[in-house]
Every structure is written in structure tokens, then in C-alpha cells.
């Protein structure tokens, strides 16, 4: 059966070939399908088997032509409109595509003028000096693309957290409700919470383990199995991920858990500690001599090694053994502990669910507040200007007479002008209750015009919050060239929040910012950048980075009542 994912590539791929041709508007409508394919719910095989190629017409973005060339691919296995495409450019282009700069037109260009067929020979032709003669190239797109590959390599084979996370989360939760199964838990670097992971790292209790290495190897997502042993099993699933099991005795599970959760450096460190004390650490237990001191429980191991427990969360060798030794550990912001959410896309602009239906479903999921900031009007992609968020602010106020024990904001994602002005004017922004400021544009400034724009943005004094402050995407852009404490001095001395913008992509501000960020006692947000209701639960993401760099309740802006939240913003403080 055809996955959404391998539908969604093959959209999205023909997009790109289209645009090779020059074809105007038809790339964009298969680029829209790609998306939509990609996010829907449903297995999209499935929604055909029940109703045909009329239910795949029903996804939004998928008209008729579309809709029939997935249904041969669902029945077929194969696309020929797509094969005839491709046979004029046959060269990789989800590798190709995946380097920063590299557009079709260039992709088409080294195909014909230099054979490039793959990210390997891209490199090639780049190294040996052979690309910047191409007409429209030039040292500086040579350079430019031999950076991309750099990125490219480094992050290829890596997996973002919010591709594995959930899929770990499934896994965890269909062995936990298996028959002879006792405990199971995540580890490595998933239970770490960092933002890309290499592989899936699972252990279970069970006094059956060979009925869970057979369910665990058979399940529909495995493309291939390593191995398949008693207590250790290893599989690939089709999204490119390994997950190895392994299957613990009930005395060694903390010991265990411990060891597969590393960092490999905190472990190390660990077992040093363990020396000097003349104690013996391994995932099998701590031992004195031959005899087990602790083991079932990570608590009893940190314990027997004199330290206090160390979140997951913080097992990076940062000085969590020395914070822990001397009772400094920080108490880490919680799962829960958000009360708001204050970046949010509706249908006024680029969103695809109304103000009413956000709010809603934030309610649903124990928010107590939310602030709806559609882009303004700078962007091509129909921003508001100020009218359109004067009757939006109109529309908030009616909405909330009707709502209970739950508040929607007013607000914005105002743009940054290239020289750190805002494309909204001052009267309007007054008015508004929370106003987030963003780079949408001009990636490419020197690092002191980049920074010295954010900063002049930060002076304004309506700007409550910098938006996805560095305005990295994980695997696909660089953060700009920034310079990050400049920018956090900006923010201390204006009172400017920084937003850790939790969508999956983003995680915008990482992990080591984070950090900076909170010694430097400038106040975080943290939000999900939802552009539709699926997205208002990637929270946990931005927390997630929030506590890998240390933050705790009090760090976080929206972890506070409304009222002593808004409090907190530039305006009310003038108030
Ligand atoms: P990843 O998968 O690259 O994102 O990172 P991890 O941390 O999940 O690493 P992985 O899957 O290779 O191994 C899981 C854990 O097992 C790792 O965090 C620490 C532990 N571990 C693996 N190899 C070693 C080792 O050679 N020495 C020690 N002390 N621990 C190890
Ligand atoms: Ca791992
Ligand atoms: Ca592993
Ligand atoms: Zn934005």
C-alpha cells in the first residue's frame, strides 16, 4: 500500500519537474496537493478502498486532474505522466532539491551543461571549479552551493524529532498494551528530546521476550530487520529510521534505562564517578564487587552515586554533574506548565481554520489564553494591513464576550523592514494586545545589518515578542547570520521577549540559545506557530528545546495567568 508521504514526494517532485519546463501555475497546484497529501490524517489508499477517487477529490487542493493520477498511483504502484517527466531530467531530486540555493532551473541547467545527476556529483563539479562559468552561476552560487552540501551532509540521515517522537510514541504505546509485557520506555536520544535523532532506542520488562520481538519486527512499518535476537532486536521503518529494542531484566531497568539514554558523554562521566567510589556502573546495575547496589530505578542509581536525578533532558555533559553535585539543577519547566499560546495563523491570512475554531480547540487542550497573529501586510502572501486588523480586533472582542474561562488576544506577526522597521504603523500596534515581530525577508544581510535591524525592531516600543528569532528551518535553511547575544543584550535592555517557536521545523530558538537566553535573564515565550488545528499540540517541542537549555517555569512568559502574563508586555507596563 501506498503511504501519503510517497504520494506527497511524488506530487511534489513533479512540481519541480514542471517548473524545469517553465510551466507557470500548474507547479503551485501540485506543490499544494503535495501538502495537503502529506498532512492528511487518513492513508489516503484507505480513503480511496472506501470511496473511491471522489473521497480523494474531497481533500482541499486536489481537483480532479490531480486526484486522478493519485488513484493511478495507488492502484498501480506507478505514474507514467510522472516517468515522462522525470526520463527528461533523470537526476535525484530529492537530494538535489534538498541543498539550499538549488532551484529547478539550476538543477535542469547542471543536468544538461555538466551531467549532475546527484548530490555526489554536485560536489564534484563544484569542487573542481567547473560551476561558476554556467550561465546565471558565478563564484559566489559555487560557494554558496558547496555550503549548502556541507549542511546537507551533516544533517542527512538524521531524523527531526517531530518525525520520530510521535512515531516512538506509537510504538511505545502498541508494546505496552502487549500481552507478558511489564514496563516499556523510550530512551537514547528521543527521551533526550533533541531536535534531530539517529536512531529509535526502546526497552521493555517482559518475561516473554520472544512474542515481542516477533510482534516488534512485523509491524507494518518495517522495511527491514537487521536483526532479531532474545533481548535485542533492530529494524529500519519506511520513513529511514532505525529502532533497536531491547528487551531487560526488571532488576537492571534503571540501570538500563540510564545507560540507553546517555548522552554517551554524561554515561562515561557517570561510570567515573562510579570509580571513585569504588563502585562498578554498567546498564546491568551498580555493583560493589559482585554485588548489585542499584538498578531497577534510574532515581536509585543517581542516588547510590550521591546525586540528585538528572532530566533526560539535561544529560548533555553542559554541567549537569556539577550543577547536581552542587544542588544547583534547575527545576525544568514542565509538560503542562503553558497557559497560552501567542502565535497563531487563522484564515484571515495564511491559516486554514477560523479564529472560533482555534480557539476552540485550545480550550480543548487546556488553554486558558491564545493570541491570533495573522502575518501582516508586507508579505506577498496576502498579509493584513491595518484596516484588516481593525475589524479583526473588532471581530476578538465579540468572540470573547461569547467565550468562557478562555480569552483570545489580539495580535500580530508584524514584518521587519529591511532597516528594522515595522509595515504596520504605531496607532494600530498600540492597540493591539500582544505584537510578535518577524524576518520574512532579506535572509541574506550581512550579520551586523541583520542584527542591527532585529535590534532597531526590538526599540519599538510596541514589540512585545521576536518571533522564530534566528529563522532557521531544521534540514532546510540556516539560521541567518545573526549575532545572538547581541540580540539578547537588545532584548534584556528593551524588555523584548524571545519566542521559542515550537513548530517541528523551527524549534527556533535551539537548545544552546536557550540557554544563553535564560543566564542572561531575559524572559522566553514559548508557541506553536499553529496554521491549523493539528498544529496547536507541538508545544511540547518548544518545551522541549526550553528545557534542554535549562529554563524553568518562571523563564517562561505564558506559563503565567492572563493577568500577570499581560502584566509582563511593553504596552500594559505604560498603561
Ligand atoms: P542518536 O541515536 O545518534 O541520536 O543518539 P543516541 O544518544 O540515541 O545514541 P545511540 O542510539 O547510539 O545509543 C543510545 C545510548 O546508548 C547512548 O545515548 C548512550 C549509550 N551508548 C551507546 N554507545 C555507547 C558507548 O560506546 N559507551 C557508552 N558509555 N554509552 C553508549
Ligand atoms: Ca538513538
Ligand atoms: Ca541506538
Ligand atoms: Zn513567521
Redesign the pocket.
Known amino acids: 500500500m501506498i503511504s501519503n508521504a510517497d504520494i506527497a514526494r511524488i506530487l511534489n517532485e513533479i512540481a519541480i519537474l514542471l517548473d524545469m519546463d517553465g510551466v507557470v501555475f500548474k507547479p503551485r497546484a501540485y506543490e499544494k496537493a503535495a501538502e495537503a497529501v502529506g498532512g492528511a490524517d487518513e492513508p489516503l489508499a484507505e480513503l480511496h478502498k472506501q470511496g473511491g477517487i471522489k473521497a480523494v477529490e474531497q481533500i482541499p487542493g486536489v481537483g480532479k486532474s490531480i486526484a486522478e493520477k493519485i488513484v493511478t498511483l495507488i492502484e498501480t504502484g506507478k505514474l507514467p505522466y510522472y516517468e515522462e517527466l522525470h526520463a527528461k531530467v533523470p537526476v535525484d531530486l530529492g537530494g538535489l532539491s534538498a541543498i539550499e540555493g538549488l532551484g529547478p532551473k539550476n538543477i535542469k541547467t547542471l543536468y544538461h551543461e555538466l551531467g549532475v545527476r546527484n548530490v555526489g556529483d554536485l560536489e564534484k563539479a563544484a569542487l573542481a571549479g567547473k560551476i561558476r562559468n554556467l550561465p546565471h552561476f558565478g563564484e559566489k552560487s559555487e560557494a554558496k552551493i558547496l555550503k549548502g552540501i556541507g549542511f546537507f551532509k551533516q544533517s542527512r540521515g538524521r531524523i527531526p524529532l517531530g518525525v520520530a517522537l510521535p512515531l516512538m510514541l506509537e510504538i511505545e504505546e502498541r508494546l505496552r498494551t502487549l500481552r507478558g509485557v511489564k514496563r516499556v520506555a523510550i530512551?537514547?536520544?528521543v527521551r533526550r528530546r533533541?531536535e534531530t535523532?539517529?536512531?529509535g532506542?526502546i526497552l521493555v520488562i517482559s518475561d516473554q521476550p520472544d512474542a515481542i520481538m516477533d510482534f516488534f519486527v512485523a509491524m507494518p512499518e518495517v522495511v527491514h530487520v537487521h536483526g532479531k535476537g532474545h533481548t535485542k532486536s533492530s529494524i529500519k521503518l519506511a520513513i529511514g529510521m532505525d529502532v533497536d529494542l531491547r528487551v531487560v531484566p526488571a532488576g537492571s531497568f534503571g540501570a538500563a534505562l540510564n545507560?540507553?539514554?546517555?548522552?554517551?558523554d554524561h554515561?562515561?562521566a557517570l561510570r567515573r564517578i562510579a570509580i571513585e567510589r569504588k563502585l562498578k556502573l554498567n546498564e546491568y546495575g551498580l555493583f560493589r564487587g559482585e554485588a548489585a547496589i542499584a538498578g531497577r530505578s534510574e532515581e536509585e542509581v543517581y542516588d547510590a552515586l550521591g546525586l540528585p536525578y538528572i532530566e533526560p533532558e539535561l544529560r548533555e555533559m553542559t554541567g549537569e554533574l556539577e550543577a547536581a553535585a552542587g544542588g544547583k539543577l534547575p527545576k525544568l519547566i514542565g509538560y503542562d506548565d503553558i497557559r497560552g499560546d501567542l502565535q497563531i495563523q487563522t484564515t484571515w491570512t495564511d491559516g486554514a481554520h477560523s479564529i472560533e475554531e482555534m480557539a476552540a480547540e485550545a480550550q480543548r487542550l487546556g488553554r486558558e489564553y491564545i493570541a491570533i497573529t495573522d502575518h501582516t501586510k508586507g508579505l506577498a502572501m496576502m498579509g493584513a494591513d491595518e484596516k484588516k486588523l481593525r475589524e479583526q480586533m473588532k471581530h476578538i472582542d465579540a468572540l470573547n464576550k461569547k467565550l468562557k474561562g478562555f480569552t483570545v488576544l489580539k495580535g500580530a506577526e508584524v514584518n521587519i523592514d529591511k532597516d528594522g522597521g515595522l509595515d504596520i504603523d504605531d496607532q494600530t500596534l498600540a492597540k493591539l494586545d500582544v505584537v510578535g515581530v518577524a524576518v520574512h525577508s532579506h535572509f541574506n544581510l550581512t550579520r551586523r545589518e541583520q542584527t542591527q535591524r532585529i535590534i532597531r525592531a526590538m526599540e519599538n516600543p510596541h514589540a512585545d515578542i521576536l518571533f522564530h528569532p534566528t529563522g532557521r528551518v531544521l534540514q532546510k535553511r540556516e539560521p541567518y547570520d545573526l549575532d545572538i547575544d547581541a540580540v539578547i543584550a537588545a532584548a534584556k535592555r528593551t524588555g523584548t521577549i524571545l519566542e521559542i517557536d515550537a513548530y517541528p521545523e523551527r524549534m527556533d530558538l535551539k537548545d544552546e540559545h536557550v540557554r544563553k537566553v535564560v543566564d542572561a535573564g531575559v524572559k522566553l515565550s514559548i508557541d506553536t506557530d499553529a496554521h491549523s488545528v493539528h498544529h496547536l499540540d507541538y508545544l511540547h517541542y518548544g518545551i522541549a528545546n526550553a528545557r534542554r537549555g535549562w529554563a524553568t517555569k518562571a523563564d517562561v512568559i505564558n506559563t503565567k495567568p492572563l493577568k500577570q502574563f499581560l502584566a509582563c508586555l511593553k504596552d500594559s507596563k505604560k498603561r
Do not use: E, I, R
Open positions: 530512551a537514547g536520544s533533541k535523532v539517529g536512531d532506542d545507560y540507553f539514554t546517555g548522552s554517551k554515561n562515561v
